[in-house]
């Protein structure tokens, strides 16, 4: 059956449908990983989104559920230039094919990506439409396109109630984890995987309290604390911050989410109860913005943003440059941001853009990429450890 990607500039590609059959209007947006599809169609910041993927075949090692990063996929829509409905893994469960189907998520194939990349690289980031109609009118179809933004997504994608995640592991004598982890959580049981966590060698979290804000958290985030002995709970993303602090967590984890940030008004001036806590703070992707919103700074949209598993940022205290994934469309601006306040952190190798924030004389630091990232890089994981450690130091003062 043929489809069409209809863009808000009038530009149409022509190419076949996968996925589910309906018709869908977005913001398109590219991703340029060479694996990990389905931790990027299960990755609630995509919401609101249709996602094309730079990388020409997708598919080829099927959909592993282990491998999910919540329950279902977010994305609005899925564009690829060749879907393999064939598949050849041993850990797969089933193709691309039926995973966008069962899950109702329409997408295209058959279209020449880095040309609409190219666009997007040009023009910026615009809303399309995915349609299977042949008989679409472009005149009635572009004032909709324009009309349409992504909204309150958080609202849509964070939990609906707390849960519990216990932060318990058996070690090997050398101290290394050993055997795979498994999530408590009842709800999330049937999607949450099983890995092996070759990179971590200490329980340096044990017991400790995480409160996690879910924004449409990655479950690797929760994971990468529970593998280090973190006890998590994880809180809707409305929750009062006067409920958080009363639970006396020993540091709050502020996720990765979907949207605009400063369309989270009701949740930045939560945010910035929690930033006059005195509790450490670490905050990942939109949590990084919202704080940087709570504390007084400001953000702004990019023009096609940082999506894919190739993204070099460089830490300002060391030199050192790490290879990390990120998916954000907004960035927080630091061209006025007061020093006493924060100061920058971590940059973009490629753009200068910012990719983290120290708080001044609170126990708080931000980035904007993924340190939790899977199927990787890996690269800058320790920045949990950094984060237990602010604890540590924290529960030493209060002694």
């Not at 190419?15 to 990983?33: K, L, Y």
């Not at 919401?47 to 080829?60: F, K, S």
């Not at 940030?261 to 001036?269: F, G, L, Q």
């Not at 907004?330 to 990719?355: K, M």
């Amino acid at each position: 059956m043929k489809a069409f990607l209809i863009l808000e500039d009038g530009t149409v590609f022509e190419g076949t449908h996968i996925g589910a059959d309906r018709e869908v209007i977005s913001e398109i947006v590219f991703n340029t990983s060479m694996a990990g599809y389905l931790e990027v169609l299960t990755d609630p910041s995509y919401a609101g989104q249709a996602v094309c993927m730079t990388y020409p075949l997708i598919g080829n090692y099927g959909i592993c559920k282990d491998d999910m990063e919540s329950k279902k996929p977010w994305p609005d829509g899925f564009i690829v230039r060749e879907l393999s409905r064939n598949f050849s893994n041993f850990r797969a469960d089933y193709s691309i094919q039926q995973f966008l189907e069962e899950n109702n998520v329409p997408g295209i194939a058959g279209i020449d990506t880095r040309a609409l990349t190219k666009i997007l690289r040009e023009k910026g980031t615009m809303n399309g439409m995915i349609t299977t109609n042949e008989e679409y009118s472009i005149d009635d179809i572009l004032p909709k396109l324009k009309a349409y933004t992504t909204g309150k997504v958080v609202e849509k994608v964070t939990c609906k109630e707390k849960y519990e995640l216990i932060g318990s592991k058996s070690l090997s004598e050398n101290g290394a984890v050993s055997g795979s982890a498994k999530f408590a959580a009842a709800d999330y049981e049937a999607g949450i995987r099983e890995k092996k966590p070759s990179l971590v060698k200490t329980l340096n979290g044990a017991g400790k309290k995480v409160a996690l804000l879910d924004f449409g958290t990655k479950d690797n985030i929760a994971y990468s604390l529970k593998i280090r002995g973190c006890d998590v709970t994880v809180y809707p993303a409305s929750t009062p911050a006067s409920e958080i602090i009363a639970s006396a967590p020993d540091g709050i984890m502020l996720s990765n989410g979907p949207g605009d940030p400063k369309e989270c008004t009701d949740i930045i001036a939560e945010v910035r109860k929690l930033y006059d806590s005195d509790i450490p703070i670490f905050a990942i992707c939109l949590g990084h913005q919202l704080m940087a919103l709570a504390a007084g700074a400001d953000t702004h949209k990019m023009k096609y943003g940082h999506r894919g598993g190739n993204h070099p940022v460089k830490d300002l205290a060391t030199g050192r440059v790490y290879i990390s994934s990120q998916n954000h469309g907004y960035v927080v601006d630091t061209d006025n941001l007061d020093s006493a306040i924060a100061t920058p952190a971590f940059v973009n190798v490629n753009d200068g853009t910012n990719e983290g924030l120290n708080y001044t004389g609170k126990n708080i630091f931000t980035v904007q990429f993924h340190p939790e990232a899977c199927c990787g890089p890996q690269d800058s994981g320790y920045l949990f450890d950094r984060f237990i450690e602010m604890m540590d130091k924290k529960m030493e003062v209060t002694k």
